[in-house]
């Protein structure tokens, strides 16, 4: 990756960036799935007709790289079963029916202290206890990401506020009401790591949220050890899909993660200011994570919203919150962005820990065209930010021949959704390059 290639989709912000969060009200019934982060699958610790309350723990991690679940509403256990999942399609999930009290759990567990005399270790592992993953999307468990292997050196800690996908704007919308307590998380996470360098990359259509970040350091003083933190805002060129964390710490830094590596091979570690913001919430208020600020976006413009809420809200609830009507054409909803974001076939699908938008779009989003033969264009190769080749990926797929297509780095895919966005045949490359994925996992 000698050089990053990025496209210049529009970027549909104005529909929601001056909208203003607000509080979703609590769902009558959660769905809360046990796989939504990267890993194993959390393990339920209620049953069926157990009481619960708001914050209380439902399911604890399984293994290293796994994450807690944490009831959103108070209620009743109806079921753990079988459910719609947004990403999955169908996975087991903790069902609750809410009381409508939201009463909230004590974390007695945790003894009262300043927060400014908690040793690394008490930080980390109120992390994990709050069932913290990476809310960008991957969702990877955030307690494994500050915890690197010994022999991996970080030295510079990146947060990344790009949100480059297209008509998401919740990032952004954070960035803007709560910069204070982004920085305040951001010192909490940086002394977990022990690393006193710190970026926070911010892209230019959000020079209001910089400057607001700014504002915050300048105030807080955020410091390591008695020392001032290295902090700094960078803002980049709005491009896509710069919010990739290899992409990101290529702009930041000009370091290249190795094929097959990770950040912390080159010792870098990138966190969401989503994340961030959870570490706060988990570290000064005690607070597990059981909801956080998603974009209900698309072609109606008067349903857009940057909202709070409860994380296993069915996506039909949150829709109607938001003023959906079944007779306004709509034709397609989307969890996430146009880019890397899966449509929906079931609306009972919750908001999942990885849920950063919904997309609601009308027919005049639905592709005509007929997809064509490959042209030998190049121009998947060219957009393609981590230099592969998708049509040669492709056609392997097509002419099932998933041995040859392993030979073109398929994993390397960050599913950033560029080559089908710019192939002029409308081949769904990038649905054939996860299809190689899976298919050369399961020989």
Not at 396 to 419: H, N, Q, R, T
Request: hydrophobic content about 40%; overall charge positive.
């Amino acid at each position: 990756m000698a050089s990053v290639n990025f496209i210049h989709p529009p970027d549909f912000k104005d529909i929601a960036k001056n909208k203003k969060i607000e509080q979703a009200p609590i769902p009558k019934r959660a769905i809360l799935p046990l796989s939504q982060h990267t890993g194993a699958p959390s393990e339920p610790v209620v049953n069926a007709g157990d009481s619960v309350k708001t914050g209380s723990l439902i399911a604890q991690a399984k293994g290293f790289i796994s994450a807690n679940l944490h009831s959103s509403v108070s209620g009743k256990v109806l079921a753990i079963e079988e459910s719609p999942h947004p990403g999955l399609g169908i996975s087991k999930a903790i069902i609750i029916e809410s009381d409508g009290q939201d009463i909230k759990a004590s974390l007695d567990s945790v003894p009262v202290k300043d927060v400014s005399t908690l040793s690394k270790e008490e930080i980390a592992a109120l992390i994990k206890e709050a069932g913290i993953v990476g809310l960008g999307g991957a969702a990877f468990p955030a307690f494994v990401k500050l915890n690197p292997p010994p022999a991996k050196k970080i030295d510079t800690f990146i947060i990344n506020g790009a949100e480059c996908e297209p008509f998401l704007t919740c990032d952004h919308r954070l960035m803007l009401e709560r910069p204070k307590e982004i920085i305040l998380g951001v010192q909490l996470m940086a002394k977990v790591l022990g690393v006193k360098d710190v970026i926070i990359g911010v892209e230019e259509n959000k020079i209001d949220a910089a400057e607001r970040l700014n504002s915050s350091i300048f105030v807080l003083k955020p410091s390591l050890g008695g020392q001032s933190l290295n902090l700094k805002v960078k803002i980049l060129k709005t491009q896509y899909p710069q919010g990739g964390e290899k992409q990101l710490i290529k702009m930041l830094l000009n370091r290249e993660v190795p094929s097959g590596g990770l950040p912390l091979d080159i010792g870098v570690v990138v966190n969401n200011v989503q994340t961030v913001f959870a570490v706060y919430e988990a570290v000064y208020l005690k607070k597990p994570l059981y909801e956080r600020v998603i974009t209900v976006s698309g072609s109606f413009s008067n349903m857009a919203k940057n909202i709070l809420v409860r994380i296993g809200a069915p996506i039909k609830d949150v829709l109607d919150y938001c003023g959906l009507n079944q007779k306004t054409g709509l034709y397609k909803v989307i969890m996430g962005g146009p880019m890397t974001g899966v449509a929906q076939c079931d609306l009972n699908a919750p908001v999942i820990k990885g849920t950063s938008g919904i997309l609601i779009l009308d027919k005049k989003f639905r592709l005509k065209e007929e997809e064509l033969e490959c042209i030998r264009c190049s121009r998947c190769i060219e957009a393609c930010p981590v230099g592969l080749m998708p049509c040669a990926i492709g056609l392997s797929v097509k002419k099932d021949k998933f041995d040859l297509a392993a030979s073109y780095d398929p994993f390397d895919c960050i599913d950033c959704g560029s080559c089908s966005y710019v192939c002029p045949s409308k081949i769904p490359l990038a649905q054939l390059v996860k299809l190689a994925k899976v298919k050369i996992k399961r020989q």
